[in-house]
């Protein structure tokens, strides 16, 4: 059993110093408030939570669970601190880093004088890239070790929702974390191993960074549903039952094939729907920001893709797909095209593999290019075989994945430089001449 501190007895904090305790550890936890402390010391919650006054009380009976104001004396009889300060939004809505940065101050000073290796591991709510530029420096300068190696470091988001904050500990639905050493590696995976959920660990950033994506993504759900809800209503419909139904489509509608980064959406139907359904808002006079958004936003990654070709200085460029997505010869509204038809307009000179394409072509030549209407001399640009295509071009753009393509076009990267918007190898990173739209 393990010996933690928890610097901050807030709605987070509390909760994991008094589940921390039942699953058998000694727990010390930390706060500057002296009433607190004071309330949590006498066996009771200082917040309303369900379950939560019981296991404070037998916490406490125990004598696993006990509370101070003094960092040193949690860090000296302790081997790792959880750190759950708030972090409210600055006046200009960033992440206010005030009490993260004068708790790193207290835990390096308390680590420097304990002399022992100790793990520090975040688990507030930080923007990707706070480890690394704010906590690891403060807390090496506070205590004049180095993190790694003098000291542990981890980061360790909290996703437990308030109301539910006991359950969502012992049936959590992720856990992810990063740290800089073996050692808080270990530990977070000892702490976590008997709870039923997979367990990611990443580097620190990203840690930090799936925590802001769940909390957003939470945030988008709810408005986007309360936004055809409205529109709902306001032509004589339950919004309630509208959304149920779309929930029970777990194949298509909540499939996670639409939570993949990368290029913009098109087709006969999406752009052309959500434009009708903000023409039905505007007429019910109901207002729509989030789809009308999402229209902005597709035309955004369809000129970021633009933009990164034009930035690379290439003249002659190879299409991996021009068709909106692989599988079909259907050009109507495909990004692709219109990204292919704004190069070709401002004088590149554009060849595409598209083997769906193609069989339209020699099918029926009459037919093919099957809504096309922004790219000129379609079936002269057309390459029938992809390393021709590769070898003929100074850049590829790889649009679509095709499978009988990838093995070419993973011996290219490196090779030709290559803007990629669908991701030919999962583990392709943008490195030099290979640039991935999202990653
Ligand atoms: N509330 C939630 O449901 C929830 C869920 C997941 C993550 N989070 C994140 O967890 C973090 C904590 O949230 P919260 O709601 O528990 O905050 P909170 O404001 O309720 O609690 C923070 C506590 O930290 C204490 N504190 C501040 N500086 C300190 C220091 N130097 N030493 C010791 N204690 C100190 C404060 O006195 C306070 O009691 C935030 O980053 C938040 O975004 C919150």
Redesign the pocket.
Known sequence: MAKISV???????VVSAACLAKDGHEVIA????PH?VEVLNAGRSP?VENGLDELIREGVESGRLRATTS?AEAIANTEASFV?????SDADGSVGLK?VT??CE?IGAAIAQKGGFHSVIM????VPGTMERVCIPTLMAASGMKAGRDFGVGYF??????ST?IEDYYDPGLIVFGALDDHTRDLLSELNRHLPCEMHMVDLSTAEMV?YTSNSWRAVKITFANEIGNIAKANGLDGQLVMRMLCSDTKVAMSPAFLRPGFAFGGSCLPKDVRALTCVAADSDVPSPLLSAVLEANAGQISRAEEMVRKSGASKIGFVGVSFKSGTDDLRESPLADLAARLIRSGQEVRIYDPFVSTAFSNDPEAAGRGNDVVPDLGARMLPEIRELIADSEIVVVGNAYEEAMPALIEAIGHRPMIDLTRVEAQARSNGSYQGICW
Request: overall charge neutral; some cysteine.
């Open positions: 610097f901050g007895i807030g709605y987070v904090g930390v706060d500057l408030d607190k917040i960092a759950c300060v708030g972090t409210p009490y004068s708790v207290n688990r507030s709510t930080i988001p909290e996703f437990l929702r308030e904050a925590k």
